[in-house]
C-alpha cells in the first residue's frame, strides 16, 4: 500500500514499547486532534460572532439557539478547550514522569510549555469573549491583577484593556488576540513542536543500545490507533456537547448587580483562591508566574535523568522533578477545589 | 486494532444519529418582531398559547420582551427567564419604572395625571403611611397622626399636602410590643408586599398588577386557564372581587394586633362585602368599587398623604347631589379630554363631544355616567357594562339635613338589612 498524506506525516516505524496507550496515555494526540476540532468549531463560530459589547452574547444566543447545530459546534468548541487544558496538563506530565525532556528534546519542552500557556491564555481569552454575567471575576478581577504590578502595571493594564474600564475597545482586543495573536501563534508553535519531535528523533527513548527491546511498530499501525483515540474523543466530545451544554448567562452589563457567587473560570479558581491570602500582586502574579517559571525549568535546573531509564515511567534519575511535579499538582488540586466550595460572601 | 476501529465507528455514528434525532425534538423558533423595540424575540416558541394581555398592549406591539425582560433569543428557559424582571410580575414596584415607565408609558407625562408609576408608589395603598401613623399614634409612639413612616423611603420635593418625605418604617427600631407586632404581622397590606395569605380569593401580586391583573376567582369575565392563578391580562375594567382581594380579606384585632382572615363563604353579593357589621345602600354592593372611586382615589394624586380620607373623597352627593342642588356635571367638548382617553381604554361607553357627564369637587370626570334628556342620569359599570339609571335627590322625597351628608346619613334611610 502507497502511504497516504497522513501516513506520510509520520515516521516509518516507532518504538512499540513507547508507542502504547499506557506509556503516552495518547496525550500528545489528543492534543493535537483537540486543536483541529477548536480551529473547526472556531472557524464556523467566527461567522455568527459579533464583537461589539452589545452584539456578542446575543450572538452566542443566537448561533447557540436559531442556527442550526449552532449550539453544538460552540459546545463542541467549549469542551474541546476545556479538554485541551486537561490534555495539555497530562501531556505535560507524562513528559516529566518519564524523563522526556533530556536533552536535545529539552528546548521542545520549551516549545511545549509555550503551547500550553497559549492554550490557558486561549481559553481564558474565549471565555471573555463570552461577554455576559457569568465573566465577571474573570473580566474585572482578572484585568484588574495587572494593575497590580508595580510600574507596568497601568500601561499593560491600558493596552489589553483598552480604557480604564472594560468596554467596547477590550472586546475587539480580547478578540484579536484569541484568533490572531494566541490561535495563529498556536498553530505556528505546534508545527514547530511536532517538527522538533521528528527532529529530535521521535519519542523519547533509549539509544539503540541500552533498550530492552528493539521491536517498533509501523505508521500505519500508528495512524490505526491515532485514529481509535479521535474515535473515542470524539464520541466523548459529542456526548459532553449534548449532555452538558457550556454555560451562558444573559449579556454583562456594567451596571448590573452582581451575581451572588463570582467565580473565576475552573483552570483558574486556584488563583482565586490564592488571592484570598492577601497581596494581588504576590499572590496573584508573582506565585503564578513563579510556579510557570518553576516547571518550564525543571529540564535546565533539576538533576537530567540517565539515558538508560528515559522512555520509562518514573525514573529514578529525574524523582526531584517528579516530587516537584506532584507538588505543585497537589497544590493546584486542593486550591481549584477549595474554590468549587460554596462561596460563603 | 481495525475491530476496535469498527466499533468505535459504530459507536460514533450511533451518538450523530442520537444527536440528529435530539436537535429534531428542539423548540421551533417562533419569531416576532414587535414594533415599539424593532428586535426580534422567540418567547411564543413557547408561550404561543398565552392569550393576549389585552387590546391595549397588543403582542405585535409590544412583544413579551418590553414588559417582561428576560433574554429574548434562548430558546433554553432557564436563561431565558434568568433576566426577568419581578418574576412572573413585571409590575412589581421594585422593577416597575423599568417594566411600565418610560416617557412613551406610563411615567412619562403629569399631564392629566398621566405619571402613574409616581402617583401609585407615593400612594397610600403603596405607603402604608396611613395604618403605620394610626398604630403609632393609638399605641401614644407618636404626638399626632401625621405621617412620618412609610413601607419605603420616599421623598417628593413637590407633594403639596404638608408631607414631602417618609422615612421606612422599621419595625424592629419600634419599642411597643404593639407596634413591633403590627410591623411583624400586618405590613402584608401594602403595594409594595407579596400578601400574608395566599390561595384563591386572597391572591393577587404587587405593584400594578394588585390590581390590574384579575387573578382567577376576581376575573370574573373570563377564566382563561384553569391551572394558573393569575391571568394572562391587564385592564381597567376591576371588578369587586379584585378590589375584595386585599379589602375584604377577613378581620383584625387591634388589641391582640391580629388579622383573622374570612372563614364564611358568601352565596351573594351583599354579603360578599366587607365586615359583618357595615352597612349599605344598593349601589354600594350593585356597583363595582371603580365605579364611584376614582383613579386618584385608588392611585394617589403623586401627593404623600397621612391618611385615605385625605384621599378618599367621593361621597354619595357627588352623583345624587343634595336636597338644594343638582350634582355637578360637565359637558366635554374637548376631543383630548382625559374622559375620552377613559372611555377608550374601557370603552364601556361610547361618549361624544357634548355630552354631560358627572364630574367631582375636584374635577374628576366621572366618564362612566351621563346626564340623560329627561334629567336623569345614568351609570354604566365599568367592569359589567350593566346600565343603571338613578334620580338626582333634589326633588325627591328626601328629608335629609343638607349640612350632614357622611354616609352615616343617608344610611339611615338607605341602608339594606343583612
Known amino acids: ?345 | 486494532m481495525r475491530r476496535l476501529i469498527v466499533i468505535a465507528s459504530a459507536l460514533l455514528l450511533l451518538t450523530l444519529l442520537g444527536i440528529a434525532w435530539l436537535e429534531s425534538r428542539h423548540v421551533i423558533p417562533v419569531a416576532l418582531t414587535p414594533s415599539l423595540t424593532g428586535q426580534v424575540e422567540y418567547c411564543l416558541s413557547c408561550h404561543g398559547d398565552l392569550p393576549e394581555i389585552g387590546k391595549s398592549h397588543p403582542v405585535k406591539s409590544f412583544g413579551c420582551v418590553l414588559c417582561h425582560g428576560g433574554e429574548r433569543l434562548a430558546l433554553e428557559a432557564n436563561l431565558a427567564h434568568n433576566s426577568m424582571r419581578g418574576g412572573k410580575n413585571p409590575a412589581d414596584f421594585s422593577v416597575v419604572q423599568a417594566s411600565c415607565g418610560g416617557t412613551i408609558c406610563h411615567s412619562g407625562s403629569t399631564e392629566g395625571y398621566r405619571d402613574h408609576i409616581q402617583r401609585a408608589t407615593t400612594s397610600i395603598q403603596a405607603t402604608y403611611a396611613g395604618a403605620i401613623a394610626s398604630i403609632r399614634y393609638t399605641f401614644g409612639e407618636q404626638p399626632d397622626l401625621t405621617a412620618h413612616l412609610g413601607t419605603t423611603a420616599i421623598q417628593d420635593s413637590q407633594s403639596t399636602s404638608g408631607i414631602t418625605s417618609l422615612e421606612v418604617f422599621n419595625p424592629l427600631l419600634e419599642t411597643n410590643p404593639a407596634v413591633l407586632a403590627f410591623g411583624q404581622t400586618c405590613l402584608t397590606c401594602h403595594l409594595f408586599a407579596q400578601p400574608g395569605q395566599t390561595g384563591g380569593r386572597y391572591d393577587h401580586f404587587t405593584g400594578c398588577t394588585a390590581c390590574h391583573t384579575p387573578t382567577q376567582s376576581s376575573d370574573l369575565t373570563s377564566i382563561d386557564t384553569k391551572t394558573a392563578t393569575q391571568v394572562h391580562k391587564l385592564t381597567t375594567a376591576i371588578s369587586y372581587a379584585q378590589c375584595d382581594t386585599c379589602h375584604n380579606r377577613g378581620n383584625y384585632d387591634l388589641r391582640a394586633i391580629t388579622f383573622q382572615p374570612r372563614q364564611d363563604t358568601p352565596t351573594d353579593r351583599l354579603h360578599d362585602y366587607y365586615q359583618p357589621i357595615a352597612q349599605f345602600t344598593k349601589c354600594e354592593y350593585t356597583l363595582d368599587c371603580i365605579d364611584c372611586h376614582t383613579r386618584t382615589e385608588a392611585m394617589g394624586d403623586g401627593n404623600l398623604y397621612s391618611n385615605k380620607k385625605q384621599i378618599q373623597y367621593i361621597q354619595c352627593k357627588t352623583c345624587h347631589g343634595t336636597l338644594t342642588g343638582l350634582p355637578q356635571t360637565l359637558t366635554i367638548t374637548d376631543p383630548n379630554h382625559i374622559a375620552f382617553r377613559q372611555s377608550l381604554l374601557n370603552p364601556v361607553i361610547e361618549l361624544k363631544p357634548g355630552d354631560n357627564v358627572l364630574v367631582t369637587e375636584k374635577g374628576e370626570p366621572l366618564w362612566n355616567t351621563r346626564l340623560q334628556p329627561d334629567g336623569t342620569y345614568e351609570l354604566v359599570g365599568k367592569a359589567t357594562g350593566q346600565v343603571f339609571p338613578f334620580k338626582p335627590v333634589m326633588g325627591s322625597g328626601c328629608t335629609q339635613d343638607p349640612d350632614d351628608q357622611s354616609s352615616g346619613s343617608c344610611h339611615k334611610c338607605h341602608s339594606v338589612e343583612r
Open chain 1, 1 to 345: 500500500m502507497r502511504p497516504s498524506f497522513f501516513h506520510h506525516l509520520h515516521p516509518p516505524s516507532i518504538p512499540a514499547r513507547q508507542a502504547r496507550f499506557r506509556h503516552t496515555l495518547a496525550s500528545g494526540g489528543l492534543a493535537v486532534f483537540l486543536g483541529l476540532v477548536l480551529g473547526i468549531t472556531g472557524i464556523l463560530e467566527i461567522f455568527y460572532y459579533i464583537p461589539t459589547p452589545g452584539e456578542a452574547a446575543l450572538s452566542i444566543q443566537t448561533l447557540t439557539f436559531l442556527v442550526p447545530f449552532g449550539g453544538l459546534i460552540r459546545n463542541l468548541h467549549f469542551w474541546a478547550a476545556q479538554s485541551l487544558v486537561i490534555v495539555s496538563s497530562v501531556h505535560l506530565l507524562r513528559v516529566v514522569f518519564t524523563g522526556a525532556y533530556l536533552p536535545p528534546r529539552r528546548f521542545n519542552y520549551l516549545l511545549g510549555m509555550g503551547l500550553f500557556v497559549l492554550a490557558i491564555l486561549l481559553d481564558f481569552t474565549g471565555y471573555i469573549l463570552r461577554w455576559d454575567e457569568g465573566i465577571r471575576w474573570a473580566l474585572v478581577t482578572g484585568t484588574n491583577l495587572i494593575k497590580s504590578i508595580p510600574l507596568l502595571g497601568k500601561t499593560l493594564y491600558g493596552s489589553l484593556v483598552g480604557g480604564t474600564e472594560p468596554g467596547a475597545a477590550t472586546l475587539i482586543r480580547f478578540y484579536g488576540w484569541h484568533i490572531f495573536g494566541l490561535a495563529l501563534a498556536a498553530v505556528l508553535l505546534v508545527a514547530w513542536h511536532i517538527f522538533r519531535v521528528r527532529r529530535d528523533g521521535g519519542i523519547a527513548v533509549p539509544p539503540p543500545p541500552l533498550r530492552e527491546t528493539q521491536e517498533r511498530i509501523s505508521r500505519v499501525e500508528l495512524v490505526r490507533r491515532e485514529v481509535l483515540v479521535m474515535l473515542l474523543a470524539s464520541v466523548a466530545l459529542l456526548l459532553l456537547s449534548v449532555f452538558a451544554p457550556a454555560p451562558l448567562a444573559p449579556p454583562f452589563t456594567a451596571t448590573s448587580p452582581l451575581p451572588e457567587s463570582v467565580r473565576a473560570p475552573w483552570f483558574f479558581l486556584w488563583v482565586q483562591e490564592l488571592l484570598k491570602l492577601g497581596s494581588p500582586f504576590l499572590w496573584g502574579v508573582i506565585v503564578p508566574l513563579a510556579i510557570l517559571a518553576l516547571i518550564t525549568l525543571i529540564p535546565y535546573i533539576l538533576p537530567k535523568p540517565i539515558q538508560s531509564e528515559i522512555g520509562h515511567w518514573f525514573p529514578k534519575s529525574n524523582r526531584l522533578a517528579q516530587v516537584l511535579f506532584i507538588i505543585i499538582l497537589v497544590s493546584l488540586l486542593v486550591l481549584t477545589v477549595l474554590g468549587l466550595l460554596p462561596v460563603s460572601y
